[in-house]
């Protein structure tokens, strides 16, 4: 806006300038080589008059002489005085001022007469200083109030947001309360309950694990507390038949307290969300069922249980520790949970697109209530007798999510026990064994 003012107004000024030397032009007296100017006073007043500025005039005729004038007027730069007929403007210094000149060509017969009239640039340089003034000047203030105004805003907008950051920076780790949403801004209402759900969520798994703690400890110490109280017992006891018995039962309650021990370490591998500790392969669900018969047979022949194995390949991706571990313990239920002469089959296959385990048997069963709480970890059927932790099948359903598998409790077509199918992942044998 500044920079346009500025140049209307000196070609203003320049338009202005020209007048006078139009005037003088058309006062010419040309009559053959003798070229004469007759200035009226009115004229000579017009160029006097002017109250701010010094005016020069200097009238200059074909071979370069001086015709009239009140000072000696520098020639206008070649580009102006090569055309006969042009008008022009520039700068140049008389007397040591710097002046404007208006010049003017009047064509002649052996050449051109120049009409050069000049003024000094006080009147164009108040233009320029009121200008600044009255443009200039406002729009530099807004600007800074402006800048002024938008800083105060942006950290005054910015203050909750570093309350809150002092707020969860001075807070202890134990204390997972939820921040206070309400005198927050709007804005940082989202974070602050994402950050909630986040707290939330913590405490939830904070929790789960003390409780699950607590109970550990609670079954170790039974165990533990019955151990000693057999071997103080055997210690004080001279009868060696008494003593035998007596060893034998705390030979069977250190395995079970070794077997508790290794359950409560598989739970805490399997916790979903670590990686399996011997990592993800391809694994055929039929080789990791018939490799658990070794084992498992002998047990179900001393409870006179038939145990039959229906195995067809099935490959998924797996960690071949943890899914011994989910085998074993469904075996260990079907078998505890059967009574003699019953039957356990385990059952290995590829059936709607899922690569499917089931282990199935004729036993008790569990009542339909109880189908969801016994994947609870610590969890025991009252009626179903025995001697577990309750932890078996939690173990099941941890492994099962760590392989991104479901677990489902059915009732076998006869009625009686239960089936357990655990459907993992397929994957196609090419991609398998390449
Ligand atoms: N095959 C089954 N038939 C009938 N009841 C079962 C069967 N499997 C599990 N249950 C019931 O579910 C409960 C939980 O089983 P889970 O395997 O988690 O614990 P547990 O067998 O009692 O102890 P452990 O930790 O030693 O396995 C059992 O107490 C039992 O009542
Ligand atoms: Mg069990």
Redesign the pocket.
């Known amino acids: 806006m500044y920079l346009t003012a500025i140049s209307a107004g000196q070609e203003a000024y320049d338009s202005a300038l020209l007048d006078p030397a139009l005037a003088i032009a058309s006062h010419l007296q040309v009559d053959d080589d003798i070229i004469r100017i007759v200035l009226p006073e009115v004229a000579l007043d017009a160029l006097r008059v002017d109250s701010v500025d010094r005016m020069y005039f200097q009238v200059v005729g074909p071979y370069g002489e001086r015709i009239a004038g009140n000072a000696r007027i520098p020639l206008p730069p070649s580009s102006l005085a090569a055309d006969a007929s042009s008008q022009g403007y520039y700068e140049t210094v008389i007397q040591g001022q710097r002046v404007r000149v208006a010049a003017l060509s009047v064509p002649h017969r052996r050449g051109r007469i120049l009409v050069q009239v000049a003024e000094t640039f006080i009147k164009r340089e108040r233009l320029v200083r009121e200008l600044m003034l009255s443009t200039l000047l406002p729009e530099l203030t807004v600007m800074l109030v402006a800048i002024a105004l938008f800083w105060y805003g942006i950290r005054r907008s910015l203050k909750p947001l570093e309350r809150l950051r002092n707020e969860i920076a001075s807070r202890s780790p134990a204390d997972l309360r939820p921040v206070a949403e309400q005198d927050k801004p709007l804005e940082i209402r989202p974070l602050v309950s994402a950050l909630n759900e986040l707290l939330a969520r913590l405490n939830g798994a904070i929790d789960s694990q003390k409780r699950f703690i607590a109970n550990a400890a609670h079954q170790l110490r039974t165990p533990l507390t019955s151990l000693k109280t057999h071997a103080e017992l055997a210690r004080r006891d001279p009868d060696p038949v008494e003593m035998r018995a007596l060893l034998d039962m705390i030979t069977s309650e250190t395995e079970?307290t070794s077997?508790?021990v290794n359950?409560l370490l598989t739970l805490a591998r399997a916790e979903p969300g670590l990686e399996p500790v011997s990592g993800r392969q391809p694994v055929n669900l039929h080789d990791a069922a018939s490799r658990a018969a070794q084992s498992w047979v002998p047990k179900a022949l001393a409870k006179n249980i038939d145990l039959g194995f229906e195995l067809e390949d099935a490959w998924t991706l797996g960690d071949p520790l943890l899914l011994r571990e989910l085998l074993a313990?469904?075996l260990?239920?079907?078998i505890?949970?059967?009574d003699a002469g019953g039957a356990v089959t385990v059952r290995t296959r590829v059936a709607d697109g899922e690569a499917c385990l089931e282990?199935e048997?004729n036993?008790?069963?569990?009542p339909d209530s109880?189908r969801t709480r016994?994947?609870?970890?610590?969890?025991?059927?009252?009626?179903?007798?025995?001697?577990?932790?309750?932890?078996?099948?939690?173990?099941?359903s941890e492994i099962a999510e760590a392989h991104h598998a479901k677990v489902e409790?059915l009732t076998p077509p006869d009625g009686r026990?239960?089936c357990?199918r655990v459907a993992f992942r397929p994957l196609a044998q090419t991609a398998a064994t390449a």
């Open positions: 079970s077997r508790l359950q313990n469904l260990d239920n079907a505890a949970y059967t282990v048997d036993g008790i069963g569990i109880e016994v994947f609870e970890r610590f969890y025991r059927v009252a009626s179903a007798g025995g001697a577990g932790s309750g932890l078996g099948l939690a173990i099941v409790i026990g239960i357990v």
